[in-house]
Structure formats: C-alpha cells, structure tokens
C-alpha cells in the first residue's frame, strides 16, 4: 500500500496551459494535477501532454505532489497518456489520476502497464493511482475497485458526471432541482467512504453547495466530517491564492474583551478596532448616551414650543 498524501486540497489545471502550470506551481496546493480529460478540447490532448511532462520536469514544485489526470480507458487517448506522460516525466511524476473507472479491472490495466513503465525506465519510485467514482457501474463496484491494486492511494466522488450517468435532475451545483429530504448524495458519498476506509484509501468527497444542513438547535455540522471523508476542496489557479486555507482553523474573533461601561454624559471614546487599537465592540447608544443632540436636546426631548394640537381639536 502506498504511503498516504496529504489531501487538504487538489487544485486542477489545465495541461495545455503552460501560464497556468506556472502559476500552479506556486499556489502551495497539497497536490496539483495536471488534467489532460475535461480541461482540454480534443484537438490539444495530444499537444497538452509535453506541456505536462514540461511543467512537471521543469518547474519548482516545492512540497507540491505532482499529478496528471489522463483521459478515460474508453477514449483514444487514454494509452498514449500514459505512455508518453511516464516516459517523459519519470521521477517527477507522483500520481496519475484515474477518471471514470467501472470496474476493478480498469484500475489493474493501469497498474499492469505502470509496471511495465517503470521496469523498462528504471524508475526507482513507484507512481501512485487516485481513481474517480462518477458511473453509476463504478459505483456499484467501489468496494472491488479499492482494492485492485495497492498502488490506490485515494478514491474520488465525482457528483457531476455521476448524475448525468444516473439521469439525475440536478442544477449546476449537481444539488437536487427540486425539495429533497436530506442530503441528495449521502448514500452515493458514503458507499466511496465505506469501500476507501476498507480498502486502506483515503476518500475524497469535494463539496457541494449543500455542505451543512441546520439542525433543531440551529446547529450545523459538515456532512463530509461526519462521514468521516478528507475531501478536498478543488479549484483553478485563478480562483485560489492559497488552496491549503479551506483546512486551517479560523482565526478567533469572539468572544472579544468588552470594554468598560461609559459613564453617562461622558465624552464620546475613540473609535475601537483596529483603528482605535483596542479589540472590542462600543455600546450603542442609548437615550442617555449622548446626552445632547446637534440641537443640544436630549433624546426624545419635548419642548413647550414644540407641542401642536391634536388633530380634530
């Protein structure tokens, strides 16, 4: 088995985007896969594979895991992936990702010709497997597929083509169109939990928009914490100066030392906050505070001149 990554966060780049690979390089993700399947039209697939093995060999990656995702194993393109992608990028390459697997024995075809690879480079470290869940067959398979090869270092939930591949009406957030009761992807989320944990990967289940659901008390707890999944949280180099921050706790901000009451009539303090340097919140004012207004009445003040009849009288 495959010593465990971290996984706080997987930023997806475009393979065919050398600006963006650089950019990658330096965003201080956990990982970084390079995607040769969605993020490339069909006419630059081949094309964006030297740029891959480019950014992968060339680039400062630093503590970055390095990834590619290939193209699916019922594409043309899925074997000159591999191929090209290993014998090009040798040691700098750390995972190669998955899409779409069905079967447990889509995953061992990798494996195989993986092994084949690194005995023909000399390789001296072994190159690591992340696999996609998102058919409803892989689905019904993801108990077999954790345990195909023990080069499976984690298993993916993919929401999206996991609903057009089971007819599902959801929108753009593959969040339900309609009222659902609860979560609409628990069971299907779990069952990648289940099959990671027992097959000894880590599960990634990255977020929807439906993250929390409130509780009587107005609480709201993560649903992937409570399922026991390490997803991460996913984006473009554009979107993300610091993918790594979705797993950091928040800084403290309450409860913040109140400052002392003020005196009725007192003068009026300086601003709190950072401007006014000390951490807190002033209290509102009230009919006592401040004492006059711009007119120098009190607030709520009535003078004799101000009275009027009362209407009809």
């Not at 706080?8 to 965003?27: D, G, K």
């Not at 019922?74 to 990702?97: F, K, N, Q, S, Y």
């Not at 999206?160 to 009761?181: C, E, I, K, M, T």
Request: charged share 25%.
């Amino acid at each position: 088995m495959q010593a465990l990554r971290a996984r706080r966060a997987e930023l997806a780049t475009p393979a065919s985007s050398e600006r963006m690979c650089e950019r990658a390089a330096t965003s201080g993700a956990d990982l970084v896969f390079l995607d040769l399947e969605d993020a490339c039209a069909p006419l630059a697939k081949e094309g964006a594979r030297a740029t891959a093995v480019a950014a992968l060999t060339g680039l400062d990656w630093g503590r970055t895991a390095r990834a590619v995702r290939i193209n699916g194993l019922d594409t043309p393109w899925c074997h000159g992936d591999i191929i090209e992608v290993v014998t090009g990028a040798r040691e700098a390459l750390d995972v190669l990702i998955v899409p779409k697997a069905r079967t447990a024995r889509d995953v061992w075809w990798v494996d195989i010709l993986l092994t084949q690879l690194e005995a023909k480079l000399g390789l001296r470290r072994r190159v690591g497997l992340e696999v996609l869940i998102e058919e409803s067959e892989g689905l019904s398979n993801a108990a077999a597929i954790a345990r195909s090869s023990d080069r499976l270092e984690a298993i993916i939930f993919g929401a999206g083509d996991l609903s057009a591949s089971q007819r599902a009406r959801v929108d753009g957030n593959f969040d339900p169109a309609g009222d659902y009761p609860g979560d609409f992807w628990h069971f299907a989320r779990f069952q990648v939990v289940t099959a990671a944990r027992a097959g000894g990967s880590t599960p990634s289940t990255p977020r929807t928009r439906r993250t929390r659901t409130p509780t009587a008390t107005g609480a709201a707890p993560p649903r992937r914490a409570c399922s026991a999944s390490t997803g991460s949280g996913r984006s473009t180099p554009t979107r993300s100066r610091s993918p790594t921050r979705c797993s950091r706790p928040p800084t403290p901000r309450w409860p913040m030392p109140r400052p002392p009451s003020r005196p009725t009539g007192g003068p009026r303090p300086k601003a709190w906050g950072p401007s006014g340097g000390t951490a807190g919140w002033w209290t509102p004012p009230t009919c006592a505070w401040p004492p006059t207004s711009s007119t120098g009445r009190r607030c709520g003040e009535r003078r004799p001149g101000d009275l009027r009849p009362a209407a009809g009288a």
